[in-house]
């Protein structure tokens, strides 16, 4: 098969190599997909540019996320599945090969089956930043009728947290970098969209949602300390999957323990197999244009895996970058 792959640390252009690589075989409670779309998160950059699981195994075929038709299935998994067109979570965590390849073997739970009406792009969207918005939004239970604030409205995962927070019934505040993207979190069923270059940005979220909010699903956790517990409800909880900016960060612990906040710091990759499996199942029903908007920022060619990677790394792609592994399959 035809494969990129890294055995170093560093720039895209720099290690990943790009060719033929012996065909996976699935093991027991694996299946194998022909990959359709494989996509680019900033997960996956990070892990190329820091080599951090190339201590555990090497090289490696980068990229979680993607799409595809299982064609071959391991010991233990039923044979009808084969044919079936899945979306795929989580590929490379924990394991040497991701969707830059024509194909790749996972845990069958994994590859999630398909509606008949998501197309194979669409399921390429999801993945990661579905499931984080997702888990963000309700590991602490039902949202309707309360307020939720998503910081980074507009980012791979706050457009998905502001869209699932509006089907499941909260009040959704958005804050964004700038009046077009506050426009466009709007448009995603945001009903207050917020510019947070602007001052005052305490108060207005505080205007905005009538008070403190209930919930708060945040991008950058350690640039927000100084904010999140004077527009945190008491009993309330912030959900953070990221804290880039600022990775160390120091926060008023006698604040925050006094109106028993609930700071619910995860990643979906070590979420237990349950929840995870509880997630997938729950999110897969919803990815079809009557629930979510999927956007695609800019496809690239197989050929083009590296300016995919640089162009997600550069901050360029506005949306999912979508790399073109299969175009036979391209419009399923």
Known sequence: MRAYWY???????????????????????????????????????????????????????????????????????NNARIGQRVWIFGAQHGRPHGTAAEF?????????????????????????PVVTAYH?????????????????????VGAYAVQLGTWGGARVIATCGSEENCAEAKSLGAAVALNYKEPNLKERIIEAAGGPVDRIVEVAFGANTGLLPDI????????????????????????????????????????????????????????NDDNLVHRVGERFAFEDVVKSHEAVEQGAVHGVAQIVVAPDLADR
């Open 232 to 287: 945190l409800k008491p009993n309330g909880t912030v959900a953070t999957y990221a804290s880039d900016a600022v990775p160390e960060p120091t926060f008023p612990f006698n604040q925050w323990m006094g109106n028993n906040v609930n700071i619910r710091m995860f990643t979906i990759y070590e979420l237990g197999a349950q929840r995870q499996d509880e997630v997938l199942q729950a999110v897969s029903p919803l990815l």
């Open 104 to 128: 790749v073997v996972l845990p069958a739970r994994q590859a999630v089956p398909l509606a008949g009406d998501v197309t194979l792009s669409q399921g390429a969207c999801a993945g990661v």
């Open 136 to 156: 963000a939004l309700f590991a602490d239970g039902d949202i309707s009728r309360k307020t939720v604030l998503v910081t980074g409205g507009t980012g791979r």
């Open 7 to 77: 055995d170093r640390a560093g720039p895209a252009a720099d290690v990943l190599n790009f060719g033929d690589l012996p065909d996976p075989e699935p093991g027991p409670g694996e299946v194998r997909v022909r990959t359709a779309f494989s996509a680019v998160n900033p997960t996956d950059v990070k892990r190329r540019s820091s080599g951090r699981e190339l201590g555990k195994f090497s090289p490696i075929i980068p990229n979680n996320d993607g799409s595809g038709v299982i064609d071959k299935v391991g010991e233990g998994v």
